[in-house]
């Protein structure tokens, strides 16, 4: 850290190149958003004017052709001599916002994460008699141009079938198809950059918080504090058991479908769907029709692992004096408040806040309860 932070913007039409010192010094302000409810996000504002006679026509900047909508940007910041990703992205909005006052006009540019090329054809194409992970990384080895390099799991359900006549078939775009895969599976699909520009990690599978614990999170201790706000929530009564009938596709037999325990490791020791039975929520089965028993039964166990995270710990921290970027999909630990909601928590999501001089990440964290597994961080 003694080298400090530094940022390297690399953009264009088709691959992406170092942006011109003009560009960089014209940066107001960076914001990465990074979730696992949707695709990440970026949104960069720069500094327009217009100084002279061969600027009256128009703002010079607007004829800089690596602004344009579709081209492809990538963020990455250096803590010291470490580089990491934030985003690598498609721009899709470009918008100025004029000022009669000197110095006040901008342009600001955003986007998403490099799967919006996967979402702009919508395509009817059959995939007789292929396992939904062969058509999964089929259609991500499609997209090696843009650097995707498929990460495919099996689901924890996996189905065996000896429908020889069945042939799926898509009729959405891509990015839809693998989602609503995904769903039927009770897994997830999202794009995740490596520290590698230009390559980026195309996951399908169930959610996984297993692995080694982000650098921790540290509020109200003195010289290790990295933490500038911090608040926390316990909804307990969210968790929700679903139940209900299901119509097997192959066999025709009527099935009870009844959502099991969470499936992904514990995080806490007192969750609140174990705590509080049998008073949970119990919500009746509706999901897709024209699906097998096993299926269904991942779909309800997609919606009732939904609702177990109760704790919700919202936050903002130095990144300075943190060290390092907090990732979402993965874990972090917690520290300085207490036994209750100290501890490990999923980072939700993360959003990147850069301005000359000052950057700040703020976060949500999640978790199924009070108390955490682990007795130190």
Not at 6 to 31: C, N, Q, R, Y
Not at 196 to 215: E, R, S
């Amino acid at each position: 850290m003694l080298l400090g932070i530094h940022l390297t913007l690399l953009i264009g039409p088709t691959v992406p190149m170092p942006a011109s010192a003009e560009l960089i010094d014209a940066i107001k302000s960076i914001k990465v958003t990074n979730t696992d409810e949707s695709r990440d996000g970026f949104e960069i504002t720069f500094a327009v004017g217009r100084s002279g006679p061969q600027d009256l026509l128009d703002y010079p900047i607007l004829n800089n052709i690596a602004l344009k909508p579709n081209c492809r940007l990538i963020i990455q910041v250096f803590f010291g001599l470490t580089p990491h990703v934030l985003i690598d992205g498609i721009i899709k909005l470009q918008q100025l916002n004029p000022s009669i006052e000197p110095g006040k006009s901008t342009l600001t540019i955003t986007g998403e994460d490099i799967s919006v090329v996967m979402d702009k054809e919508e395509k009817s194409v059959p995939h007789p008699n292929m396992p939904d992970n062969i058509t999964i990384t089929k259609i991500i080895s499609e997209y090696v141009t843009y650097g995707m390099v498929p990460k495919v799991q099996p689901p924890l359900l996996a189905e065996v079938t000896t429908e020889i006549d069945r042939i799926p078939t898509q009729r959405s775009t891509d990015l839809k198809y693998l989602q609503t895969l995904a769903r039927t599976h009770n897994c997830v699909f999202y794009i995740e950059p490596t520290d590698v520009p230009t390559v980026t990690t195309a996951y399908w599978g169930p959610l996984n918080i297993i692995g080694i614990p982000q650098k921790a999170l540290s509020f109200n201790i003195g010289g290790e504090t990295n933490v500038i706000t911090l608040n926390s929530q316990n909804n307990s009564l969210s968790p929700t058991m679903v139940k209900g009938y299901v119509t097997d596709r192959i066999t025709g037999q009527k099935f009870p479908i009844l959502s099991l325990p969470p499936t992904r490791p514990p995080l806490a020791t007192q969750p609140a769907w174990l705590v509080n039975q049998p008073n949970v929520n119990v919500k009746q089965f509706t999901g897709d029709g024209g699906v097998s028993a096993l299926q269904a039964q991942s779909q309800a166990q997609a919606e009732a692992d939904g609702t177990i995270d109760v704790i919700t710990v919202t936050g903002e921290l130095d990144a300075m004096k943190y060290g390092n970027i907090l990732r979402a999909r993965k874990l972090v630990g917690l520290r300085g408040v207490g036994i209750s909601y100290g501890g490990l928590y999923y980072v939700k999501n993360v959003t990147h806040n850069i301005k000359r001089g000052e950057y700040k990440q703020s976060f949500t964290l999640t978790r199924e309860g009070l108390v955490s597994t682990v007795p130190l961080v």
